[in-house]
Structure formats: C-alpha cells, structure tokens
C-alpha cells in the first residue's frame, strides 16, 4: 500500500507559478512511475504529466506542455509539479498518483492516488 499526500495548491492570479508536491510513505517509490491527473467541476479527470521510475523521462498533456514541469526526487519520495504561466483553465483538483508498471495517461493504469489539492487561478 501507497500513501500519497499532495501539497501545494492554493489561490494564483493568472500568469502566476505554483509547485505541487505530492510525498510518499512507501520505501520503495521508486519502484513507480508517478503522474499527476486533475480534475475540474463537472469534467471528468484528465492526464496532466507522468514521469518515469528513475525521473529521467516526462511526459505531459498538450494543453500544459511548455508551462508544466514534472520531477522526482527519490531520495526524499516526493514528485513535484511545477506549474507556470497558470491559466483560469487550469483550475481544478489536482491528484498524484502511482504506477506500479510504467507511466500512462491512463487513470485505469494507476495504483495508488492521493487525495488531492485544490488549485484556483483567477482571471
């Protein structure tokens, strides 16, 4: 079993940065593949970035790629998101999770995810 704790999010205007975090209990994270999913009001949840197990590869949703990045640090379990030139579009629940196979854009593919973050981003 994966705990995953997201952190992070809050209240941005647009054009604004903001660095989600998201911490894991298990020893062995990296074992996972991680990806972060959002999901707006009313929307159904959507692939945001993935990484792979050792963070060398990332992978992301056009409507984020060039504004998003995606790491790992595995020494610390944590994967991070930084998020630039936020957009109001971008608001939504923002969700990590883990992969015990490789990173997808599939939610179906994934393990273990956390409980979310909120970020809002005002126009």
């Known amino acids: 079993q994966v705990h995953l704790v997201e952190s992070g999010g809050g209240l941005v205007q647009a054009g604004g940065s903001l660095r989600l975090s998201c911490a894991a209990s298990e020893a062995t994270f990296s074992s996972y593949a991680m990806g972060w999913f959002r999901q707006a009001p009313g929307k159904e949840r959507e692939f945001v970035a993935a990484t792979n197990k050792g963070g060398g590869s990332g992978y992301y949703a056009d409507s984020v790629k060039g504004r998003f990045t995606i790491s790992r640090d595995n020494a610390k379990n944590t994967v991070y998101l930084q998020m630039n030139s936020l957009k109001p579009e971008d608001t939504a629940v923002y969700y990590c999770?883990?992969?015990?196979?490789?990173?997808?854009?599939?939610?179906?593919?994934?393990?273990?995810w956390g409980q979310g973050t909120q970020v809002t981003v005002s126009s």
């Open positions: 999770a883990a992969s015990a196979t490789v990173p997808s854009v599939v939610t179906a593919r994934y393990d273990y």
